[in-house]
């Protein structure tokens, strides 16, 4: 199964090559070395390796792969990722390095591990839905889908579709539920009490009444919302390019042409033009700023900023806060 060739090399020197060809499997290895004896152990360890992995069932793997974990393959793609994968898909990759799987050799990961994995999800606290899980094994998919094409490192693909479909037929991942949750006149009133509280006594702060009532109004994201440019607004006032509009099909592009509620002019016509943005703050400020509102309990509710941006106010609450 092996062989060891001796080389002549342009410096009189002498290298020694030994070469492992696995016909069933049409695999074929070799490695170069500067004495025989070190060809020679090399090739009996590789050939017991990949004797062992024939036992298995498996095609013989490279040993520059061999080593390669999940967690390493995970490293590979977000540093190689060109475009953006976004923050909340970077976040579950890493948190996923925090489980056994990441420690697996890829090889080693077949649709048996993937699935206990997703079984392990539910025992952690706040990730025990299954549409959750189901978003975990998605985000983990792509990088089953590029590392074997991209690097060789074997994870298989195949193994990853199988998994999912173990998991959905009993009901261990599962698609978002519709969500039906609207805030109310009186949670709302609560939010925007506290947030105009907060901006009297911390005029520098993020002004969250205002572009909490735009976010209700236009139904942007919070990211949406802090990338809205003085130069993407026309001139009438009506409409406004929004830069990188989510699209649940399409990752990437997707600037769209959108009209504005009456309610959303007047509320860009009292911004500052201190800069380039209409609301210069970052995302990140504007969840923290959310985030606190309701969890703290300083509203007196618990009200995901996902939901309110969702829920349409009606003129009349509009007319009742004077926005």
Not at 83 to 105: C, F, H, N, P, S
Not at 121 to 142: F, Q
Not at 164 to 177: D, F, L, R, Y
Not at 200 to 215: E, V
Request: with cysteine; aromatic share 8%.
């Amino acid at each position: 199964m092996g062989t060891i060739r001796k080389n002549a090399l342009m410096s009189g020197a002498t290298s020694y090559t030994a070469r492992i060809v696995q016909r069933k499997f049409d695999y074929t290895e070799s490695r170069t070395f500067d004495a025989r004896p070190k060809a020679e152990r090399w090739m009996k360890k590789r050939e017991k390796e990949i004797d062992l992995d024939i036992e298995q069932g498996q095609k013989p793997i490279p040993r520059s792969v061999r080593a390669t974990t999940l967690a390493q393959a995970i490293d590979k793609y977000i540093e190689a990722s060109r475009k953006e994968i976004g923050k909340t898909k970077e976040q579950v990759l890493r948190t996923i390095k925090e489980y056994d799987l990441a420690d697996m050799a890829c090889e080693r990961i077949g649709s048996q591990e993937i699935i206990r994995f997703a079984e392990e999800l539910h025992a952690r606290a706040n990730l025990s839905s299954p549409s959750t899980v189901g978003n975990y094994l998605s985000h983990l998919s792509a990088v089953f889908k590029v590392m074997r094409p991209m690097y060789g490192i074997q994870l298989d693909e195949q193994a990853m579709r199988d998994a999912q479909t173990v998991c959905k037929t009993m009901g261990i991942i599962a698609k978002s539920e519709k969500r039906e949750r609207r805030p109310s006149m009186d949670e709302l009133d609560a939010l925007m009490a506290h947030f105009q509280a907060k901006s009297l006594s911390r005029p520098k702060s993020c002004p969250m009444a205002t572009i909490t009532a735009f976010a209700i109004f236009s139904t942007r994201r919070q990211s949406e919302i802090s990338r809205l440019t003085w130069r993407d607004y026309e001139p009438d006032g009506i409409r406004i390019w929004v830069r990188k509009m989510k699209h649940p099909g399409d990752k990437e592009g997707n600037d769209t042409l959108v009209e504005l509620p009456d309610p959303c002019t007047a509320i860009i016509a009292a911004q500052p033009r201190s800069g380039d943005r209409i609301f210069p703050y970052s995302a990140d400020a504007i969840t923290a700023s959310f985030t606190r509102a309701c969890i703290l309990g300083r509203a007196g509710v618990d009200v995901a900023w996902d939901v309110q941006v969702e829920f349409v106010l009606s003129r009349d609450l509009v007319e009742f806060h004077k926005f």
